[in-house]
């Protein structure tokens, strides 16, 4: 019957929690995660994802949620992923973001829950060595804590993914770091990525690689062709008609993508696991606002986000790329940048700024 009830074209919806506080401060933190943030109590969760896991298929199909800032701050963390993992959701039961903090001194008991849960796979975010990544976190003992993760989920033959967040101040340690984690794991249950630090949040305030620095790396340790400076993808759409009359988009993960606060409002506008349009403008968030679960269902907020875009976003996504470029590209900037974190966050949070209600 369950099969018969599934709308297809109903959308997957991924939850954005920004509910948990992080003892870190990093310096690329696109959420700009603070020791403030407030918790949401585990009753109000186990309430709200009741609910959501008793939609009708036919409005959405499935449910994924990411808490963010650090999730392993909510003193019942444990309690909550075991409730996702009962109710089937999806997101950070398959992959796990996290600065290590409190996983490095879990009791195994509660390692074991998380994996009884499914848990199995954790993404780990690299600054550094030892002393780079501690000052790029704000934290003394934020690496120590990322490697005795590394040890406890090596040890229970779990995966983890250690991304690198480039950027100019570190990136003559950036070889060595990744050399270090490669070491870690003789077994190769992990990979090892490499990124440069998205333009949101705190990471606007970063100094972005140029051509030269990434030049300078060795073989083995380079950057993908997506990676390019400002003055190139500029010059590509301008020069390119085809690419040029493409339109913004900005929900590329195909997600249905909701933003909650700990005091339960709700947003759309962003994109999965990064800010999406909603990072690249917090100033207009109260746009983007589409209501209040304390006020409304989840259901009417769904079908509200299904039918009508925030305003800022349906503005952003009546542009060309070569409208974008024309206003608000910059030919002679060097600094390089993924492409769609160039459209959307830069230049695409330029236009937001200029945007009059
Ligand atoms: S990047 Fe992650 S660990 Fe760092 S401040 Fe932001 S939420 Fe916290």
Redesign the pocket.
């Known amino acids: 019957m369950e099969e018969i009830r599934t709308n297809r074209t109903a959308p997957h919806l991924l939850l954005n929690i920004h509910a948990m506080p ?1 003892n ?3 310096r ?2 696109w ?1 700009d ?1 603070s020791s403030e943030h407030a918790r949401i109590p585990f009753e109000t969760i186990e309430a709200f994802f009741r609910r959501l896991a008793a939609i009708d298929k036919g409005l959405i199909q499935s449910v994924s949620v990411l808490f ?3 999730p392993t701050l909510h003193p019942q963390f444990v309690d909550i992923f075991r409730l996702q993992s009962e109710l089937g959701f999806g997101g950070m039961t398959q992959f796990f973001p996290t ?1 290590g903090s409190v996983l490095a001194q879990l009791p195994d008991s509660d390692w074991d829950i998380l994996q009884q849960c499914g848990i199995d796979w954790f993404q780990l ?1 690299f600054h550094g060595l030892q002393h780079t990544h501690d000052a790029f ?1 704000g934290r003394k003992g934020s690496f120590k804590n990322l490697i005795d993760t590394v040890t406890r989920i090596i040890a229970r033959k779990l995966s983890w993914t250690a991304g690198v967040i480039v950027h100019k101040e570190n990136i003559d340690e950036f070889p060595a770091t990744v050399d270090m984690l490669r070491s870690l794991d003789p077994s190769k249950t992990s990979q090892v990525g490499w990124y440069l630090n998205s333009y949101q949040g705190r990471g606007r305030n970063l100094i972005r690689c140029r051509p030269d620095d990434l030049a300078r790396l060795p073989e083995g340790y380079r950057f993908s062709e997506g990676f390019l400076p400002e003055s190139e993808i500029y010059m590509n759409i301008m020069n390119n008609r085809q690419l040029g009359a493409q339109k913004v988009e900005s929900g590329a993960c195909g997600y249905l993508t909701l933003d909650i606060e700990s005091d339960l409002d709700i947003y759309a506008g962003g994109a999965c696991d990064s800010g999406g349009i909603l990072g690249s403008a917090p100033h207009l968030k109260s746009q983007f606002r589409i209501g209040s679960l304390k006020t409304e269902s989840i259901e009417s907020l769904i079908v509200k986000a299904t039918e009508t875009k925030p305003e800022p976003v349906r503005r952003l996504e009546s542009l060309t790329l070569y409208e974008l470029a024309e206003r608000y590209g910059d030919p002679e900037c060097q600094d390089v940048f993924f492409t769609s974190d160039l459209l959307l966050s830069k230049w695409g949070g330029k236009f937001l700024s200029d945007f009059i209600p």
């Open positions: 992080c870190n401060f990093c690329h933190c959420t995660g963010l800032d650090e600065n975010i976190t």
